[in-house]
């Protein structure tokens, strides 16, 4: 460790043996040694990584077709691509009105 400057990395999954209720969220992690800082510092974030665990589709939706509302439920989850989407909505249109379907174009 540099006297001017250093990286540290923290993993959630470094210390589980003295903090076995980690999380990806909340975690403690121990340092392998001591830091002690005097004068005065800055601390500066390089990099940080996240999870892809939020959905943007709940449950239902209202589509309207040829001026009719339908209220059809698509399964709750992320759709990657548009067309993943428009796969799951047509899968749920079916269920309602078999004659229907959304279509989609790439411009």
């Given amino acids: 460790m540099s006297e001017n400057d250093f990286y540290l990395t923290l993993p959630s999954n470094a ?4 903090h076995p209720d980690n999380t990806l969220t ?4 121990a340092l392998p040694q001591q830091i002690i800082l005097s004068g005065q510092w800055e601390c500066g974030l390089v990099e940080m990584q996240y999870t892809h665990s939020w959905y943007n589709f709940t449950t239902w939706l209202i589509v309207t077709l040829d001026g009719i509302d ?10 990657d691509t548009p067309e993943t989407l428009i796969r799951a909505i047509n899968r749920s249109i079916r269920t309602v009105v078999k004659e229907k379907k959304v279509k ?4």
């Fill in 15 to 18: 210390s589980l043996d003295l």
């Fill in 70 to 79: 339908f209220v059809v439920k698509i399964e709750a989850g992320y759709y």
């Fill in 26 to 29: 909340r975690y403690a992690t």
């Fill in 104 to 107: 989609f174009n790439k411009i």
